[in-house]
């Protein structure tokens, strides 16, 4: 169903949190009455047909219905192009801090083994609000069919992430990119993830490690815009999804974004720590970023834990 116009400017912001389970506490007959109007309609999961999307002129119509932009870009030296979608908001855009993550991923993951071949340290990876997809898509195709890439998002957002997915298979680019919905801080569903993958056909090649280790990327995972006052604090779950996900004598994660609330940003790395994690930054290495610059952390189990 869709609101009336007028109403806008107050349901829309309680599209995009869970603000009526608190409106729920407070007024059960109010938040009876907005539940129909704050439901999103689901989007279907792509199919193989929906690559066909119409092509305008620079602009592509979705399977479900919505304006698409196709974006190029470079990621690890790789020509990639990408669909976004500006009704998703940030999840739906590409971000420079994207080609940070993606040289960082690749130093930390690549062993260079006995001879001239590369192993993996870890087998499987995990992106924490992949978006478009575009970063999970470069790192399959760089870290070969060994290696389970899995990009994870809110339920409205896979659609994007599948269609991004397919069209690079189609083009012979990240065949092995798995999509899957992930609510950060929903630990059920975390290790339903990570235990789909350990022991199976895709789980990584078993060199150096990688079996028992996971990766887990979260880029522009600490932007938060301050939308509304009904916004979700996201620093706890992630927090705690990060704690799930990372795993294995060399498991890790890489956290990147652009520096925006600093204060904000540092109090997310004291939730990592409590939950017996070590935050290490990796850029810059000098001093801590300011604001504006893009900043990069390696997450790792700490020294007790992986004894």
């Known amino acids: 169903k869709s609101a009336p116009v007028w109403l806008g400017p107050w349901v829309q912001p309680l599209r995009r949190s869970n603000a009526m389970a608190a409106v729920a506490t407070v007024?059960?007959?109010?938040?009876?009455?907005?539940?129909?109007?704050?439901?999103?309609?689901?989007?279907?999961?792509?199919?193989?047909?929906?690559?066909?999307?119409?092509?305008?002129?620079g602009r592509y119509v979705a399977p479900w219905g919505r304006p698409l932009e196709r974006v190029e870009l470079r990621l690890l030296g790789r020509e990639l192009s990408v669909f976004t979608d500006d009704a998703l908001g940030v999840a739906g855009r590409v971000w420079p801090a994207q080609e940070v993550a993606a040289l960082h991923l690749r130093r930390l993951m690549l062993a260079e083994g006995g001879s001239s071949e590369r192993t993996c340290r870890c087998g499987t990876v995990f992106e924490l609000g992949a978006g478009c997809g575009a970063l999970s898509v470069a790192?399959?195709?760089?870290?070969?069919?060994?290696?389970?890439?899995?990009?994870t998002d809110l339920p409205e957002v896979v659609p994007l992430m599948e269609l991004n997915c397919q069209v690079a298979s189609s083009s012979h680019l990240g065949s092995s990119v798995e999509c899957r919905a992930l609510r950060w801080g929903d630990?059920?569903?975390?290790?339903?993830?990570?235990?789909?993958?350990?022991?199976?056909?895709?789980?990584?090649?078993g060199r150096v490690g990688s079996s028992a280790s996971t990766c887990v990327v979260a880029c522009e995972a600490a932007y938060w815009g301050g939308w509304d006052l009904f916004e979700e604090d996201t620093r706890e779950?992630?927090?705690?999804?990060?704690?799930?996900?990372?795993?294995?004598?060399?498991?890790?994660?890489?956290?990147?974004?652009?520096?925006?609330?600093?204060?904000?940003?540092?109090?997310?790395?004291?939730?990592?720590?409590?939950?017996?994690?070590?935050?290490?930054?990796?850029?810059?290495?000098?001093?801590?970023?300011?604001?504006?610059?893009?900043?990069?952390?390696?997450?790792r189990r700490d020294r007790g834990s992986r004894d």
């Open 27 to 57: 007024a059960p007959g109010v938040a009876s009455a907005f539940a129909p109007f704050c439901q999103a309609p689901p989007l279907p999961s792509l199919a193989a047909s929906a690559i066909s999307a119409a092509v305008g002129e």
């Open 139 to 151: 790192l399959a195709e760089e870290l070969g069919p060994d290696v389970r890439v899995v990009c």
């Open 237 to 299: 779950p992630l927090a705690a999804t990060l704690h799930s996900l990372i795993t294995g004598p060399e498991g890790f994660g890489l956290l990147v974004h652009e520096v925006r609330d600093p204060g904000r940003e540092a109090g997310l790395f004291e939730l990592i720590r409590a939950k017996g994690l070590e935050v290490c930054r990796q850029e810059p290495r000098d001093a801590e970023p300011r604001e504006g610059q893009i900043g990069a952390w390696v997450v």
């Open 187 to 205: 630990l059920d569903a975390a290790m339903a993830l990570l235990t789909g993958g350990v022991g199976g056909s895709t789980a990584g090649s």
